[in-house]
């Protein structure tokens, strides 16, 4: 199963001028995007997905992972000098670091973070090596009523997890399954819900769409603000204290491990996301320090729970985006779009046609840890500021991006439209507490989901979704990713005020 020469393929695959050239400028681009609050990974990459068209796919692909590592390393920056979390994910690292920065020690909270993000990238790249053909052949075994059920666990998944309200998110993922029936029917080939548009007459395009969930209308949340971020940034000189910070998050081995293992396991999971990894970890780490008493007045143990675990997200959630099809975040949802596009579909099989492409990948998060280490700490004090960039200069800039970028992949005007009228849908979600990223996961799995329903009823009736063992599986999981939600809100710390 593990072949030592197709890994060692993956690594020469890797190291050629134009891949490792474009994972470095996706990881460059990664920190700016992720010093932003406000301006995730998933936005950047929803905006540059229709630019990565004219590239090769795994050059693509290899872009996007180091956009993805990067601005997950680099949403730790404003949080911990503003309290302002740069993504999601980096919520939890407010609670430690911004009380750390108060105490004057940003520089050093800045090392601790940085360090325990490669650390977490690392391991969670040895894991994505060696889980990745496990899962691969596990995955050769799914027929129609497998792939049904597990459409249909990732939807329940990422919509009972994401967000205050699961009530919410399934509702989401109804309204993604309903635009997703756009197009032809599967079942007697006549064209429905196209609106008397040609160009919807076989789907609902996925790039206009993604890009104006993403994209789009983050634009229109901006609009109404002067600047992204109002308070002022703690501000450090010189290397000296963040090299301190990274040698202080090496006396923390255990909580790394644990963090790691918790961020795979999350990963793994679609829909859980870097979120839940941090919190889930910050909370194992405080059962378990020997200080609990300490945590929420600026400890570092804390830095070093959550940053290791949203990063070792990133690794997880790609197994399943690579030998399911189903994607395990929001941004690997643009991992799939992207492969998608160019007529690469992952999913059972994927380790039989491109095995070292995947091992490639588990490279390229290898060398973004390292990258994480000589890039990341000098340059974190100045990106920071960029969140003090007037709008008025950001929004126009990200527009014609959004336009251009849309435009050029068919060069259909209908595709503009598509893009402002999910900017508008993405912008009303958000505003009134759905969630966009189940709303897009219906959309990708609608066809998934029913086509493999008509194949299963046609091949048995509607108990062989119960009678065959795996997907007897992934209704058992089905029923408990529905049940979670309520565990969670019980035993979940508050995000908005540690203990």
């Known amino acids: 199963m593990y072949d030592t020469a197709v890994i060692g393929q993956g690594l020469l695959l890797l190291m050629t001028w134009e891949n490792i050239g474009w994972l470095m400028i996706g990881f460059m681009a990664g920190i700016v995007v992720g010093a932003i609050p406000g301006m995730t990974e998933s936005t950047f990459l929803a905006v540059a997905l229709p630019f990565t068209v004219y590239m090769n ?49 940003p520089g050093q909270a800045i090392g601790v ?82 609106f008397g548009f040609i160009e919807l007459y076989e789907t609902i395009p996925l790039l206009p769409a993604l890009l104006g969930l993403f994209g789009f209308s983050e634009l229109l949340t901006l609009i109404g603000r002067h600047r992204i971020a109002s308070a002022g940034i703690a501000s450090y000189r010189g290397l000296g204290p963040p090299i301190e910070g990274a040698r202080i998050a090496m006396r923390y081995p255990g909580v790394i491990a644990q963090a790691t293992v918790t961020g795979m396991i999350v990963g793994i999971v679609p829909g859980t996301g870097a979120t839940v990894a941090s919190v889930l970890s910050y909370s194992q780490a405080k059962q378990w320090s020997k200080s609990p008493q300490e945590f929420g007045k600026g400890t570092y143990e ?23 099809g189903v994607p395990g975040s929001g941004t690997t949802a643009i991992f799939l779009a992207a492969m998608m596009l160019q007529g690469i579909r992952p999913g059972p099989g994927f380790y039989d046609n491109h095995a070292a492409e995947a091992y490639a990948i588990g490279w390229a998060l290898m060398f973004c840890s390292v990258m994480t280490i000589v890039f990341c ?74 086509e493999n329903l008509f194949r299963s009823l046609m091949v048995g009736e509607w108990t062989v979704f119960f009678t065959k063992p795996i997907s007897l599986g992934l209704v058992a999981l089905t029923l408990l990713s529905l049940c979670v939600p309520l565990l969670l809100g019980r035993r979940r710390p508050r995000t908005h005020e540690p203990d």
Request: glycine fraction near 12%.
């Open 377 to 450: 700490l000098p340059t974190a004090g100045s990106l920071a500021r960029v969140a003090y960039v007037p709008t008025r200069i950001l929004v126009p800039i990200l527009a014609i991006f959004c336009i251009t970028g849309v435009f050029s992949s068919r060069q259909f005007l209908i595709d503009i439209g598509i893009m402002v009228v999910f900017g508008l849908l993405g912008y009303v979600v958000k505003r009134f507490g759905y969630s966009p990223v189940a709303l897009l996961l219906g959309l990708i799995l609608g066809r998934l989901v029913e």
């Open 113 to 194: 973070s940085v360090a325990s993000s490669a650390a977490g990238t690392a391991l969670g790249a040895i894991a994505f090596m060696f889980l990745g053909p496990l899962f691969g052949a596990f995955a050769l075994n799914f027929g129609s009523p497998e792939m049904f059920m597990l459409g249909v666990f990732g939807l329940t998944a990422v919509a009972s997890l994401t967000g205050d309200n699961p009530i919410k998110g399934l509702i989401s993922a109804a309204l993604g399954l309903l635009i997703a029936t756009t197009g032809v029917d599967l079942t007697n080939g006549m064209p429905r819900a196209h």
């Open 302 to 324: 804390g830095v070093v729970a959550t940053e290791a675990a949203n990063n070792s997200v990133i690794p997880g959630a790609l197994i399943p985006t690579l030998t399911l």
């Open 57 to 105: 796919v795994w050059t693509a692909v290899f872009f996007m992972t180091g956009a993805y590592v990067a601005g997950e390393v680099a949403g730790a920056y404003p949080a911990i000098l503003m309290n302002m979390p740069g993504t999601p994910g980096a919520s939890a690292t407010t609670f430690e670091g911004y009380a750390l920065t108060k105490k004057g020690y």
